[in-house]
């Protein structure tokens, strides 16, 4: 099963316009952390959040925005007045505390923000 | 810090050649790890290592082989290359306590990977 679901394999926006990527995880662990990481067009991977299980504040940073639901086991991530810089595949992780030597990997949402 | 870095970005290889991906660290992370990312798979995990001379393997180990013999290089072993081996390779690491790791990973910048 998967234990992290992206289910937004393609988004396309109009530059300015906000966009949410979704991420459902899937855990038994009461103890875990989620991240976002994003791959530009030139192929790296870009941390850019992380968050623990017991934090479920929502966290803005800029334009980036994320929503922590532990009652729909939710991670979202929220980009306002997306820019053409936005277009990237972004990937949402989690890591297990007691399973803590692997990071399980959405399959990943394409973003493409035209201008 | 140059953080993590890997060599080489590119390679070809033929059916059934070897080679060795490299992967070094200067954040003194005694977690590393190796991902395969493939179209729409997302990155699976090859093989990672919580300390120097620990391995353990991964969702896709077959046909890899690592080792870590400093806390610093991590590298990645094919014996037999592939086809299926086509893929781009990533090296993270991050700070452990004990034999887990839940901190942030970081990732070097890949390697292609195209057998032919």
């Known amino acids: 099963a998967q234990k992290v679901t992206q289910a937004q394999t393609e988004i396309s926006v109009v530059e300015k316009e906000d966009v949410t990527l979704d991420c459902v995880y899937e855990t038994r662990d009461t103890t875990y952390y989620l991240f976002w990481y994003k791959q530009p067009p030139s192929g790296e991977l870009v941390f850019l959040i992380r968050r623990n299980s017991f934090d479920e504040q929502n966290e803005i940073s800029g334009r980036y925005s994320w929503n922590f639901q532990k009652s729909t086991s939710s991670f979202n991530f929220t980009i306002t007045a997306s820019q053409v810089v936005d277009s990237a595949v972004y990937f949402c992780?989690?890591?297990?505390?007691?399973?803590?030597?692997?990071?399980?990997f959405g399959t990943g949402t394409s973003l493409t923000v035209i201008p | 810090n140059a953080g993590v870095t890997q060599t080489p970005k590119f390679q070809v290889l033929k059916t059934g050649q070897s080679m060795t991906l490299q992967c070094a660290q200067d954040m003194n992370h005694e977690y590393m790890s190796w991902y395969r990312q493939d179209p729409g798979m997302g990155l699976r995990l090859i093989h990672y290592s919580v300390g120097a001379g620990i391995t353990d393997q991964g969702e896709v180990p077959n046909g890899y082989n690592v080792s870590r013999s400093t806390t610093e290089d991590f590298p990645l072993r094919l014996l037999s290359a592939a086809p299926s081996q086509t893929s781009v390779y990533f090296c993270a690491s991050s700070y452990s306590s004990g034999t887990t790791s839940t901190d942030t990973q970081y990732f070097g910048p890949g390697t292609r990977l195209t057998v032919l």
């Open positions: 992780a989690l890591s297990e505390r007691n399973t803590g030597n692997q990071f399980y």
